[in-house]
């Protein structure tokens, strides 16, 4: 069956520091590809997406690239901020498909 | 356009009482997902609805949980005689179409079984 995994956090860092996010899954044929961030008290927000090879996904400063030859999906941000402190993450969508399927998710937090 | 929204956002029930999470999906939107995030987990589907017709509720347990989405209404998730292993956040996601659309979800119920 399709399965995401991804680092586990929590992931601390200085504000202006780098961000990267290990992403990689399992599942048949060519699935679609997102990352989703949790703030604090809110639900899931897409925060980016690739539906086939070697697309990029970006966002707000995130991107994100479908590696089909490594099956993965890693998150990276050149300089965070404290506003990025959230939990992230990784799902695929199987084509001719509805639901996601999650990673663990991963928390980050960015001190000042 | 309001998002969209779920509640109660937190709820307690004690072991063998019923459980019922609602969900008003966005404006326009006719398909309704729920997922269930257990403590340390990532989030795991349980059922997709459209109006009046479950298509799909591979994740949903075999008993107990039941979920509907009638045609006027928000959709529920019912939980009956809860258990401790029930306590998680549950998620309700809404798309205005199937598949390629995107899922925008809802800040979730807490659910806690004492």
């Known amino acids: 069956g399709n399965s995401v995994t991804q680092m586990e956090g929590p992931v601390t860092l200085s504000e202006e520091a780098f961000l990267t996010i290990n992403c990689t899954y399992t599942?048949?044929?060519?699935?679609?590809l997102f990352w989703y961030v949790q703030y604090p008290g809110e639900g899931l927000q897409l925060l980016l997406k690739?539906?086939?090879?070697?697309d990029k996904g970006s966002n707000k400063g995130f991107e994100a690239t479908y590696r089909k030859e490594t099956t993965s999906f890693h998150l990276e941000k050149g300089s965070v901020q404290v506003s990025d402190s959230a939990v992230y993450f990784c799902?695929?969508?199987?084509?001719?498909?509805?639901?996601?399927?999650f990673g663990g998710g991963t928390r980050v937090l960015v001190k000042p | 356009n309001a998002g969209v929204m779920q509640n109660p956002r937190h709820l307690v029930r004690r072991r063998g009482q019923e459980a019922r999470l609602r969900c008003s999906p966005m404006?326009?939107?006719?398909?309704v997902y729920w997922y269930r995030q257990l403590p340390e987990e990532g989030l795991k589907f349980m059922v997709y609805?459209?109006?009046?017709?479950?298509?799909?509720e591979s994740g949903m347990p075999k008993e107990r949980f039941s979920a509907e989405f009638p045609k006027e209404g928000p959709s529920i998730l019912r939980i009956q005689q809860v258990v401790r292993g029930d306590s998680a956040a549950y998620f309700c996601?809404?798309?205005?179409?199937?598949?390629?659309?995107?899922?925008?979800f809802g800040p979730g119920t807490r659910l806690t079984v004492t």
């Open positions: 690739a539906t086939k090879a070697d």
């Open positions: 599942a048949t044929g060519y699935p679609s």
């Open positions: 799902a695929l969508r199987k084509a001719a498909g509805n639901k996601l399927t």
């Open positions: 404006k326009g939107h006719s398909h």
């Open positions: 996601a809404s798309s205005v179409g199937g598949e390629t659309h995107e899922q925008y």
């Open positions: 609805l459209q109006k009046e017709n479950i298509i799909d």
